[in-house]
């Protein structure tokens, strides 16, 4: 992030300063509630699900190599993104190892996941291997790449992890919105910003993906929110989730039909006009008008079960019949 003691920092907008001057307040958890995106996400897919771990605060252990994964890639691009926009490009390809720097990431990530799993390992020497040398790929692929993706001209970095605390319902003042933008950029000509939701994949989104409205609103509501926060228009606001592959084709297949198969980086913008922003809100209105009083605390009343093949299969009690009883779905 650039400083106050850094000549670059008499030359940011205004309206940046102000942004990174003036933070939200934090939440105040003795007498206010935090939602999220995915505590949502959750609700929607089982809302008893849901109650077991945010009303009856039932933990379980839910990390993965593939949240230690995407937890490293997304340091380290972001560390990338602070040096380039605070110094230059050629700094950042010169000062920082980017394998390194993944790669210490990586292993923190892991042996903090590690001690929450009570000091049991969740993955094997091979398979954390593989997913290292992902990593890696993707990030060279992506200094090597970066100007098709990231410039300096004209275009400011707001910040990486830009936090969101905001009540999306003013008859719930202590249910708090909270969230935390990967990157946010500012282009001075236009006056537009841009919200990146980088998310880590395999081999990609299918149309399938993309479609999927439940995805979509995480950035339609980071839209609404940081447009609220700040007094921006949202017609100033442009969003779009930055999808990086584990797995591409080789370039050299001969089979292969385009180069853009190859891409480790790929980009899509959902649509947020207004009606897509009215069903964001709605459906996060939605949950919250079924899981809280008007005071913050949580409703007693019953989290029906919605089994299927998608959400018992990824649920960390499907095993525990006393909590749930619906068993495991194949």
Same mark, same amino acid.
């Given at each position: 992030m650039i400083n106050g003691k850094n000549n670059l920092a008499k030359k940011i907008p205004k309206i940046i300063k102000e942004i /990174? $001057? $003036?933070?939200?307040s934090p939440i105040n958890f003795a007498f206010q509630k935090n939602i999220s995106y995915s505590q949502m996400s959750i609700f929607r897919g089982c809302p008893h699900r849901w109650k077991l771990q945010y009303k009856d605060k039932i933990k379980r252990f839910t990390s993965s190599i593939h949240t230690v994964f995407g937890t490293a890639v997304h340091e380290s691009?972001?560390?990338?993104?602070? %040096?380039a926009y605070e110094k230059s490009f050629a700094a950042a390809d010169r000062e920082i190892d980017i394998k390194d720097h993944f790669q210490n990431a990586y292993i923190s990530e892991y042996q903090a996941q590690y001690k929450k799993n009570n000091n049991e390992h969740f993955s094997d020497a091979s398979e954390m291997r593989e997913f290292f040398e992902d990593g890696v790929a993707i990030l060279e692929w992506f200094k090597k790449k970066r100007? /098709?993706?990231f410039s300096k001209k004209g275009t400011y970095l707001v910040g990486c992890e830009l936090p969101i605390i905001i009540a999306p319902n003013k008859m719930y003042n202590n249910v708090l919105y909270m969230?935390?933008?990967? %990157? %946010?950029?500012?282009?001075?000509?236009?006056e537009t910003f841009k919200i990146i939701d980088i998310k880590t994949s395999t081999k990609g989104w299918n149309d399938y993906a993309?479609?999927?409205?439940?995805k979509q609103y995480q950035l339609l509501l980071y839209k609404q929110y940081f447009s609220e926060q700040y007094g921006i228009p949202l017609d100033k606001i442009e969003i779009e989730f930055m999808i990086l592959k584990r797995k591409v084709l080789d370039i050299d297949d001969e089979n292969i039909m385009s180069p853009y198969q190859a891409y480790r980086v790929q980009q899509f913008t959902p649509p947020s006009g207004k009606?897509?922003?009215g069903r964001a809100k709605s459906a996060i209105n939605g949950f919250i008008n079924e899981c809280f009083t008007s005071n913050g605390g949580i409703k007693e009343k019953t989290y029906p079960k919605t089994p299927s093949k998608w959400t018992c299969n990824f649920c960390p009690?499907?095993? #525990?019949? #006393?909590?749930?009883? #619906?068993?495991?779905?194949?």
């Open positions: /990174r $001057n $003036n933070p939200p691009m972001q560390h990338y993104l602070d %040096v100007s /098709r993706y969230g935390y933008l990967d %990157v %946010v950029t500012y282009h001075e000509e236009t993309k479609k999927d409205e439940d009606i897509k922003l009690y499907k095993e #525990e019949k #006393e909590l749930c009883g #619906e068993g495991i779905i194949y």
